[in-house]
């Protein structure tokens, strides 16, 4: 169970960090 956890922690943490890094290219672009 916790080689389970482990991969779908990472791709939570993924996704929070490719929509931090969207954000921030809208910021630049604006």
Do not use: C, W, Y
């Amino acid at each position: 169970m916790k080689t389970n956890q482990a991969p779908h922690k990472n791709k939570g943490s993924l996704v929070d960090f490719l929509i931090k890094n969207e954000s921030r290219e809208e910021d630049k672009n604006e």
